[in-house]
């Protein structure tokens, strides 16, 4: 494995070999074993260079996966201090209005950990788990599992937001044919807003994709149309004010974000784990 991801780093066999101190026919012998072990190429020629294959970026996440958790067993069993790189990923909301409070905590009481952090969709996240570019994510309902780890991280409250003037919404049926904005596909928030809409038999005349609540919120602001978004982001963003908020049916107002995760979590992801509010304790009225 440690080849493996030494010669990908690297570019190609006779650098990876310097830095292993090694010899270039015994690490191309070594990559060719693995191979030959795993039944698929790893590799493929490009141009001077090495190419990984579909097969190859698969194992990489793996590797990257392995190797990292072996350093950090080796480093807290030699010092008893959690450290070490603890990589999540979070919905924007999440990033902008929940998790700094939590981050500056964390840093605080683990400055060996480094922490990053990519936004992105529900849908988007639960990718880069699987394809382990990330250790953990705080997604939304609606999700599904499939094999991960869960814990309840907080409570928010969705409304549908329009611009400031516009009549009182008493039911989805009057958004029909309107122009919906959301995140684009893989979003739990834009799929909270279709299942409502077609379940009063009512379809948006169009959905605009967006890729910021920022953007959301000031083209709502503008007149283009609706969106559901959590009360949290409205007290964060700019424009918070200037869009009226209508309250959503009970079964779909409140949302729960939770933190995920595949297999054994490592101390950093335990450590945080443990500053995460109890859910029970941020009652929404």
């Known amino acids: 494995m440690h080849i493996f991801r030494c010669v990908v780093r690297e570019g190609g066999v006779t650098r990876a070999a310097h830095c292993l101190h090694r010899v270039p026919s015994n690490v191309t012998t070594r990559i060719k074993q693995f191979e030959e072990r795993l039944g698929t190429l790893l590799f493929r020629r490009q141009g001077r260079g090495l190419a990984l294959t579909d097969a190859g970026r698969t ?64 849908g988007e996240l639960l990718r ?59 979003c739990s928030y834009r799929r909270c807003l279709v299942d409502w809409l077609a379940a009063s038999g009512a379809s948006p005349g169009r959905i605009m994709d967006l890729a910021s609540y920022y953007a959301i919120v000031a083209c709502v602001a503008a007149g283009t149309g609706a969106a559901i978004v959590p009360a949290e982001v409205l007290d964060h963003v700019t424009l918070g004010a200037a869009v009226m908020r209508h309250p959503l049916p009970d079964r779909l107002r409140v949302n729960r974000t939770h933190l995920v995760w595949s297999g054994e979590a490592t101390a950093p992801l335990q450590a945080l784990t443990a500053l995460l509010p109890e859910p029970h304790a941020q009652a929404i009225p």
């Open 128 to 186: 880069r788990l699987e394809r382990f570019e990330i250790e953990a994510a705080f997604v939304s309902e609606p999700f599904e599992l499939k094999g991960l780890s869960s814990v309840a991280a907080f409570e928010e409250e969705l409304v549908l937001i329009t611009a400031r003037g516009a009549p009182a919404l008493r039911s989805a049926a009057e958004l029909s044919g309107r122009t919906m904005l959301a995140f684009p596909h893989g």
């Open 59 to 122: 194992l990489l996440g793996h590797a990257e996966r392995l190797l990292q958790m072996a350093d950090q067993a080796e480093e807290e069993l030699r010092s008893g201090v959690v450290r070490g790189v603890l990589r999540l990923g979070s919905l924007e909301s999440a990033a902008g209005a929940r998790l700094p409070p939590i981050l500056s905590a964390f840093h605080a009481r683990y400055p060996d950990v480094s922490l990053e952090l990519r936004t992105g969709t529900t």
